[in-house]
């Protein structure tokens, strides 16, 4: 069964985790939804561990629709929810409107996630309005690291930790149906989990979150660049995807590869 906006209210009701995982393409985004995640998340993380990137700023919203319809393409059974990149929606809400509806028009996700809070709660309300779910995203916004001097927790003072709390309810008061909460302090997390009743996935944010979200190339072992404190590698694909490929090779340099088995 199709997971849904309602389905993931239900977990939170029912004190249910939610697994959430990014994907960027067919063959990944097929292997996550067999496994049976509750979300895919086709992440702005993509200008970093797909296109080689420094940061998620420069992906567009053309490569963004190019891998959201990949990812749809082989999604069965998760909720896909589609990464704006920056400029998307920070522009106007007019900008965010036209752009999430590529997403559900053009990509076929079920849902749109944005960075920010009660700055972009009118773009919330907007897009909730037009029919558009929306996963609202605070904390450690990745689009705003020029601000914020760089991945660096948030909400650590008690004012900073006030601030998020209020625009964890203003986002819920605006639309949104889940919350991103990305690299503040478990007890604030857990904190905010309590007072919103939309689901809370955590990135870095302690284990009291509603769900939990990771990379996928950080899960599978395939991103190498750095590796975030709250990053638990769960495999070592590129380990094997080595081992593979020096195979191939010293079997052509020998001779060996193709045998008789692999020819006409």
Not at 41 to 58: C, E, F, K, P, R
Not at 99 to 121: D, I, M, T
Not at 146 to 169: C, F, I, P, S, W
């Amino acid at each position: 069964m199709k997971v849904t906006v309602q389905s993931l209210l239900e977990k939170k009701r029912d004190n249910k985790k939610i697994a959430m995982l990014t994907a960027y393409d067919f063959p990944f985004a097929q292997i996550a939804d067999e496994a049976g995640v509750d979300a895919i998340l086709v992440g702005d993380s993509l200008a970093m561990v797909v296109q080689g990137m420094g940061n998620t700023i420069a992906v567009t919203m053309d490569e963004m629709i190019y891998h959201t319809r990949m990812v749809s393409r082989a999604t069965k059974r998760a909720m896909v929810i589609a990464d704006m990149p920056y400029l998307s929606y920070q522009i106007s809400v007019e900008e965010a409107l036209r752009n999430a509806g590529r997403f559900l028009k053009e990509a076929a996700a079920q849902a749109v996630k944005l960075e920010g809070g009660r700055e972009v709660a009118d773009r919330v309300r907007a897009l909730t309005a037009a029919e558009i779910p929306v996963v609202a995203h605070i904390g450690l916004t990745p689009q705003a690291l020029h601000r914020m001097g760089g991945y660096k927790v948030q909400g650590k003072t008690e004012d900073a930790a006030n601030r998020l709390m209020e625009d964890a309810k203003i986002l819920e008061d605006a639309g949104a149906f889940c919350l991103t909460l990305e690299a503040i302090p478990a007890e604030l997390a857990r904190r905010i989990t309590a007072e919103v009743s939309i689901p809370t996935i955590g990135i870095g944010a302690g284990p009291d979150c509603d769900g939990q979200v990771l990379v996928l190339h950080d899960v599978l072992g395939l991103f190498e660049r750095f590796t975030p404190k709250f990053v638990k590698r769960y495999g070592d694909l590129k380990g094997a995807a080595l081992k593979a490929i020096a195979d191939y090779k010293d079997e052509v340099e020998k001779g060996t590869f193709p045998d008789k088995e692999h020819s006409f």
